[in-house]
């Protein structure tokens, strides 16, 4: 059985990633597997593999489901490593909850639980910036300057039902289903 590789996300304004991907030139390569500019975006909720069949009806529901949902913005206030500074595994630009988003996130569990449990952990938002190669980034003596206070805010008017696939050889998050907040 066919099965594809789905979350629902938000896509990032240009302007955002294009702030983001030169915020990510800098850091060595050595030691950073960044996020390529065309894949960046806050993952709301993550399916996993899904049959085929399922598809139709996952987009049909988060279609149904942003009908009633208002934009909204996201507060996104620094860069930072994540779990943590010593021992890092990724670099996150991390987003504050708010209500919204919290309320979004609850919805698309409900209405997609016919596809897949969630389990019951904290949402945070967050984009992911990189992945830490581990014996790289411990073989150097100076830590890469990568953590830092920022203010931005991101308007979230379209959600996104994504398939993540390998093109050659690359992660690429495709967009199946692309759908306006009901205010937009």
């Known amino acids: 059985m066919l099965q594809r590789r789905l979350f629902v996300g938000i896509p990032l304004s240009s302007a955002l990633a294009s702030r983001l991907a030169r915020e990510m030139s800098s850091w060595p390569e050595e030691v950073f597997l960044k996020t390529v500019k065309e894949n960046l975006h806050v993952t709301l909720f993550f399916l996993g593999f899904i049959p085929e069949s399922m598809v139709p009806e996952i987009c049909e529901s988060v279609r149904r489901l942003c009908e009633a949902e208002d934009s909204f913005e996201i507060t996104f206030s620094g860069i930072r490593f994540v779990p943590s500074p010593d021992d890092p595994k990724m670099v996150w630009l991390a987003g504050e909850p708010s209500d919204a988003l919290r309320d979004l996130v609850t919805a698309i569990k409900r209405e997609l ?70 205010s937009c």
């Open 113 to 182: 639980s016919f596809a897949v449990l969630s389990e019951p952990k904290v949402y945070r938002p967050h984009i992911t910036l990189a992945r830490i190669k581990k014996s790289a980034f411990r073989k150097l003596e100076v830590k890469p300057e990568v953590e830092k206070n920022v203010h931005l805010v991101e308007p979230v008017e379209t959600i996104v039902v994504y398939e993540s696939i390998m093109e050659d050889g690359e992660r690429k998050y495709s967009p199946l289903e692309s759908v306006p907040l009901a």
